[in-house]
T-cell receptor, first 110, second 112 residues
Framework: SQTIHQWPATLVQPVGSPLSLECTVEGTSNPNLYWYRQAAGRGLQLLFYSVGIGQISSEVPQNLSASRPQDRQFILSSKKLLLSDSGFYLC?????????FGPGTRLTVL | QKEVEQDPGPLSVPEGAIVSLNCTYSNSAFQYFMWYRQYSRKGPELLMYTYSSGNKEDGRFTAQVDKSSKYISLFIRDSQPSDSATYLCAINSGGSNYKLTFGKGTLLTVNP
């Protein structure tokens, strides 16, 4: 069966610091991968998606970036965090019409 | 007009009640319809998936799609306190990138 991992689970970072969140998927090959941010009262916002290694599409202009160095690894990064980057970050995978989510990373920028 | 509208609630019901959760959508190209359940501070989990008009039943849960009205519903029978969560509808137009459009979620509390 397929499993999706995210780490860290929680993170508290100062404004201006860098960020690296990691997501890995087990039990499948060549999945589509997605990064979402969920802020209170604002629903799920798609940030990036990837249909293959090195292929990244950005949905929202921002100071975040994503990379897919391996087939089942998806990384979300920032060089300098803003207060507005706080939120619950979710990674998801799909091989068809449905998506399956990881446990999430709760990021607080102070 | 937003692509997917969902009443945010909150919705509070007694244990054993029948719960009805609803979403409307605007794009007739949408073909696939999902409901996710999200417990507090957890990732969403897929609850129901359907691609045609009509009803789909799974235990105490029934998903209903009316494409002519662009309206989808999730019914929960004999609701339990463990059903307390946020329920998100999600819709897919079937493109190759499989992007989903989500409602904002309805917070449900089932009181014992």
């Amino acid at each position: 069966s397929q499993t999706i991992h995210q780490w860290p689970a929680t993170l508290v970072q100062p404004v201006g610091s860098p960020l690296s969140l990691e997501c890995t998927v087990e039990g499948t090959s060549n999945p589509n991968l997605y990064w979402y941010r969920q802020a209170a009262g604002r629903g799920l916002q798609l940030l990036f998606y990837s249909v293959g290694i090195g292929q990244i599409s950005s949905e929202v202009p921002q100071n975040l970036s994503a990379s897919r160095p391996q087939d089942r690894q998806f990384i979300l990064s920032s060089k300098k965090l803003l207060l507005s980057d706080s939120g619950f970050y979710l990674c998801a995978w799909s091989r068809g019409d449905t998506q399956y989510f990881g446990p999430g990373t709760r990021l607080t920028v102070l | 007009q937003k692509e997917v509208e969902q009443d945010p609630g909150p919705l509070s019901v007694p244990e054993g009640a029948i719960v009805s959760l609803n979403c409307t959508y605007s794009n007739s190209a949408f073909q696939y319809f999902m409901w996710y359940r999200q417990y507090s501070r957890k990732g969403p989990e897929l609850l129901m998936y359907t691609y045609s008009s009509g009803n789909k039943e799974d235990g105490r849960f029934t998903a209903q799609v009316d494409k002519s009205s662009k309206y989808i519903s999730l019914f929960i029978r004999d609701s339990q306190p463990s059903d307390s969560a946020t329920y998100l509808c999600a819709i897919n137009s079937g493109g190759s990138n499989y992007k989903l459009t989500f409602g904002k979620g309805t917070l449900l509390t089932v009181n014992p």
